[in-house]
């Protein structure tokens, strides 16, 4: 099976913009959800949608949304962005309750 | 609030000796999962270990084995036998189940783990 697929890798964005981050998740899950990890706050929950319903969200501002396909993809965006959200954005995507498994991770740089 | 702790920054082992991270949590709940992750500088997040909170007998994979004490809500990894490319950040992890996933993963700070030859 092939895993994770997060793209694109990498990412370089001025304050104001905004991003599309997409996640492919392994073939067959229906969940996937999203973290933001920085070296000053670590790794805190995004959100994470089933069936392309929103079932959980983290305590991120409206700014973050997301939305998930019919086929279980995954897009993550951030509208007016800040210098603070430059960070590494791993989606998970699980497919019972025994485990989590995580893409490659975008790195966005907001300059 | 769930939450989950790591109180050891950072730890070396030599090679092919055993080391032991920490990891200890809180919650309400009785039905969660835990999970220990590795995250080497490729930055790709790998799930080493598992363990369901209704399991009483302790998760081993190969080299790596846990000490689950749900009393105590603790959760240390045990590596054996340490490999240079053991070398990593590790991150318990806590993890709520709804509707039969995994939908939301509470982490600690991490444990960088250095291997020395």
């Known amino acids: 099976k092939a895993g994770v697929t997060q793209t694109p890798r990498y990412l370089i964005k001025t304050r104001g913009q905004q991003v599309t981050l997409s996640c492919s998740p392994i073939?067959?899950?229906?969940?996937v959800s999203w973290y933001q990890q920085t070296p000053g706050q670590g790794l805190q929950f995004l959100f994470e949608y089933f069936s392309e319903t929103q079932r959980n969200k983290g305590n991120f501002p409206g700014r973050f949304s997301g939305r998930q396909f019919s086929n279980s993809r995954s897009e993550m965006n951030v509208s007016t962005l800040e210098l603070g959200d430059s960070a590494l954005y791993l989606c998970?995507?699980?497919?019972?309750?025994?485990?989590?498994?995580f893409g490659q991770g975008t790195r966005l740089t907001v300059v | 609030a769930q939450t989950v702790t790591q109180s050891q920054p950072e730890m070396s082992v030599q090679e092919a000796e055993t080391v032991t991270l920490s990891c200890t949590y809180d919650?309400?709940?009785?039905?969660?999962?835990l999970f220990w992750y590795k995250q080497p500088p490729s930055r790709q997040m790998i799930l080493v270990i598992r363990q369901e909170a209704y399991k009483q007998q302790n998760a081993t994979e190969n080299r790596f084995s846990v000490n689950f004490q749900k009393a105590a809500k603790s959760f240390s990894l045990k590596i054996s036998d340490s490999q240079l490319g053991d070398a990593a950040m590790y991150f318990c992890?806590?993890?709520?189940?709804?509707?039969?996933?995994?939908?939301?993963?509470?982490f600690g700070t991490g444990t960088l783990l250095a291997v020395q030859p």
């Open positions: 073939s067959g899950h229906r969940s």
């Open positions: 919650t309400s709940e009785s039905d969660y999962y």
């Open positions: 992890a806590y993890g709520t189940i709804y509707g039969g996933a995994t939908n939301k993963l509470i």
């Open positions: 998970a995507s699980s497919g019972g309750p025994a485990a989590a498994f």
